[in-house]
Structure formats: C-alpha cells, structure tokens
C-alpha cells in the first residue's frame, strides 16, 4: 500500500505566523510519531499518539506546538507564533504497534520561518 | 535518559568495496531495540536494518549486517560490495520499550560512494 505520506513538502512563512503540517499515516497503523530534524543533526521526537490520544507529548519544546489525531488516522502538527528558530524538516512515521515495531517515515516537510 | 553517539560524521567508501559505520549507545537498560536508518537527500528515512537486544545472532540483510555488541554498547553497520545508490547520510537509532515509543537518534554519518 501507500507509505506514509506528508503535505506541504516545503513551506515558506514569516515570523509571527501560523503554520499546520500534515501527515497521513500508512493505513491501518494505530501509532503515529513527530520528529523534528534541523541541519545537520539527526531527528529529534516531539511526539506521539497511539489512536486520537497524544500517549506522550514530553518532545514538544513548548507551548506554540500541538497536535491532533482526531479520528485516529491524519494527524495536524500546528505551530504558532512561529520564529526564526522553528525552521527545520518536520518527519511523521507511523508504525503498526508501538513494542518494538519498525517505524516507517514520510518525506517531511521543510519548515522555513522567514 | 538514552544517548546515541556517532563519531564518524563522514566516511567514504570505492564502489564494490566495504564500509563499516560506528555507533555507540548509553543505556541502563536490558532489553531495546536498534535501527540503522538512512537518509537520502529526498529527506526519507528509509530502515536498513533492525536488532533486538535479546538476540545473540547478529542481523543481516543482503549486503548490510551489523556487529551488534551489548556489553561493549556498540551497534556497528557493514555495508559490503558498495553501490552508488548507497551514498547517503546513514542515523543509528536507539528505542526502549518501557519509557515510551520514542526513536532516539545518533548525529548521522555522511557516506560518499566514490566510482
């Protein structure tokens, strides 16, 4: 089936202003994660939902970040207020169970905070 | 809380040979699991390979295998008979499965694969 899928791919905004990323899971997979990647550096998690719920959002640097799963499949991550250092590739992955499953990435999308 | 150290932030390798990518971890933990991710520059993160921590025989899958050593820490890559499509930034990546479902990742190796 389809991987993980991820919208926009690239998007340009200015300081002060709102963003929401995207993400659409493989279908049928319960877990789904955020991670952040700045340059040059691996991946850094900010958070994960096991069904709608968040089952740990400890990653999430502070409070202009949320996210939702609604209806336990797409999940938002918005971002408010947005600044300089908000700029960064955001990665979704989702995996089937969450005990030691393989996680399977999207492509990301490429946060530029101007 | 768990680390994962990658202390070759470059290597290179001729095409048809063999490669070898360093990972160390820190953890009090006895049971986990390690990844090999890699990273081309399409951003994906694509599994290379997977070990769990109870189990002695180290995996493989075609060309690539690891050396996985629990005490010493150490989760290394070997990657044989190189190809140009190898060329990529390669993440070792720790999860534990008590304190959630977390991936924690290492800094990256940016392998060059030279014709």
């Known amino acids: 089936g389809a991987g993980v899928s991820q919208t926009p791919s690239n998007k340009v905004t200015e300081k002060g202003k709102y963003v929401e990323l995207r993400c659409d899971p493989i279908?049928?997979?319960?877990?789904l994660y955020w991670y952040r990647q700045s340059l040059g550096q691996g991946p850094e998690f900010l958070i994960y939902?096991?069904?709608?719920?968040?089952?740990?959002d400890s990653g999430l640097p502070n409070d202009r970040f949320f996210a939702v799963r609604p209806e336990g499949s797409v999940s938002t991550l918005k971002i408010q207020r947005t600044e300089r250092g908000d700029s960064a590739v955001y990665l979704c992955?989702?995996?089937?169970?969450?005990?030691?499953?393989?996680?399977?990435f999207g492509p990301g999308t490429r946060l530029l905070v101007l | 809380a768990q680390t994962v150290t990658q202390s070759q932030p470059e290597m290179s390798v001729q095409e048809a040979e063999t490669v070898t990518l360093s990972c160390t971890y820190d953890?009090?933990?006895?049971?986990?699991?390690l990844f090999w991710y890699k990273q081309p520059p399409s951003r994906q993160m694509i599994l290379v390979i997977r070990?769990?921590?109870?189990?002695?025989q180290n995996a493989t899958e075609n060309r690539f295998s690891v050396n996985f050593q629990k005490a010493a820490k150490s989760f290394s890559l070997k990657i044989s008979d190189s190809q140009l499509g190898d060329a990529a930034m390669y993440f070792c990546?720790?999860?534990?499965?008590?304190?959630?479902?977390?991936?924690?990742f290492g800094e990256g190796t940016q392998l060059t694969v030279n014709p």
């Open positions: 992955a989702s995996s089937f169970g969450t005990s030691g499953e393989t996680q399977y």
């Open positions: 279908s049928g997979h319960t877990a």
């Open positions: 939902f096991q069904g709608t719920g968040a089952a740990d």
């Open positions: 953890t009090s933990e006895s049971d986990y699991y």
């Open positions: 070990q769990e921590a109870y189990k002695q």
């Open positions: 990546a720790y999860r534990s499965p008590y304190s959630g479902s977390r991936l924690t």
